[in-house]
């Protein structure tokens, strides 16, 4: 089968580093470790974002460590502080997994701020990522869709910043299509949509608006084929990221024949 790749030369740079798919994806919900495995390949993902605190990844020596299915040669693993409520926490989780991962300093950082819609802690983020980017790591971080609190961000130092399209898990899609937008005409770094996207055509529409790539879990573990899922996310992904680089047709309140008539008698 014709391996799909994104388009010559077009390639998602984070902190220094190339890759070829603009899809990250994570590793939660799936019903075992071999099923992880298998949707995680079939999306031709090279990211891969681990929640420290509920995976394990060498801290608990005797249980299944996922690392034995998606080994750091093969892909970058990109830890994250899924379920951390405030700064400490998710400073310390960072410095555990830089520990497990021998002093790997790229990582996702999400604060917390409600359980129920599992919002961002925008305040509580800006101080846990001005800390993490003084003590050396690289931050890619969850936000709001406030375009305001992404240029902070990136102002502190993060490498990639990444707003919500929808509460997480929601599968909604791209509710905020001109927050989302403003962000990335505004941002000298990348911004990958996080949270959200529910099937292949909001992966698309974020694409499309011009994001540099999206991060989903949900929307492919909890498929009713997982596998298949994750193969249509990544032609979705690779589909959206060309109708944006191609440009798409004005749109026109009346009718434009594909035939034009002028001159025909």
Known sequence: MTQLQSPPQDYLTIAGRS????????????KDLDETRRAIEASGAEIVTVAVRRVNIGQNPDEPNLLDVLPPERYTILPNTAGCY???????????ARELLGGHVLVKL????????????VSATLVAAEQ????DFQVMVYTSDDPIIAKRLEDIGCVAVMP???PIGSGLGVQNRYNILSI????????LVDAGVGTASDAAVAMELGCDGV????AIAEACD????????RHAIIAGREAHLAGRMPRRRYASASSPIDGVP
């Open 132 to 135: 993490l980017v003084k003590d």
């Open 215 to 218: 991060l989903m879990n949900t």
């Open 184 to 191: 990335v005409e505004n941002a000298k770094v990348p911004i």
């Open 226 to 233: 997982p596998v298949r899922m994750a193969r249509a996310m």
């Open 110 to 121: 999400e604060v917390l701020g409600d359980p129920k819609t599992l919002f961002p802690d």
């Open 86 to 96: 405030t700064v400490e926490e998710a400073v310390r989780t960072c410095r555990l």
């Open 164 to 166: 919500l399209a929808a």
């Open 19 to 30: 890759y070829a798919s603009r899809l990250l994806v994570g590793t939660g919900k799936y």
